[in-house]
C-alpha cells in the first residue's frame, strides 16, 4: 500500500526558506514519480515541480525556477522540495504524490492524496 507523509510547512517572511519533505512506504521511488502541487485561493492543485523516477526534474512554474528545487534520498525514501526566497505567491498548502515511472502536469494522474503541507508567507 502506498504511502507517505507530508512535513516541513510553517510561516515565513518573505526571503526566508524552507525544505518540504514527502517521505514514502510501501513503494520505492526508483519507480514511481513525485509530484509537488500548490492549492491556492486562485488555483486547484497547480503542478509546482516533479522528480521522475530517473531523477529527472520538471519544474512547472516559470516563478519558482532558481528558487525551487526537488532532491531525493533514496536511503530515506524522502522526496524533498528546497524553497528558497519565498514569495506571497509561493503561500498555500503544498501536497505531494506519487506516480509511476513518469511526471504529468495533472493533479488526476497522480494517486493518492495526502493531507498537506501549509506555507504562509507574510510579513
Known amino acids: 500500500q502506498l504511502r507517505f507523509v507530508e512535513s516541513g510547512g510553517g510561516l515565513l517572511q518573505p526571503g526566508g526558506s524552507l525544505r518540504l519533505s514527502c517521505e514514502v512506504s510501501?513503494?520505492?521511488?526508483?519507480?514511481?514519480?513525485i509530484g509537488w502541487f500548490r492549492h491556492s485561493p486562485i488555483e486547484e492543485r497547480e503542478p509546482v515541480s516533479c522528480?521522475?523516477?530517473?531523477?529527472?526534474?520538471?519544474v512547472y512554474f516559470d516563478s519558482v525556477n532558481g528558487r525551487f528545487m526537488m532532491s531525493r534520498d533514496n536511503a530515506k525514501n524522502t522526496v524533498y522540495l528546497q524553497m528558497n526566497n519565498l514569495q506571497s505567491d509561493d503561500a498555500g498548502v503544498y501536497y505531494c504524490a506519487p506516480r509511476h515511472m513518469f511526471c504529468t502536469d495533472s493533479p488526476a494522474n497522480y494517486d493518492p492524496w495526502g493531507q498537506g503541507i501549509r506555507v504562509d508567507v507574510s510579513t
Open positions: 522528480l521522475g523516477a530517473s531523477g529527472k526534474i520538471t
Open positions: 510501501g513503494f520505492s521511488l526508483k519507480n514511481y514519480a
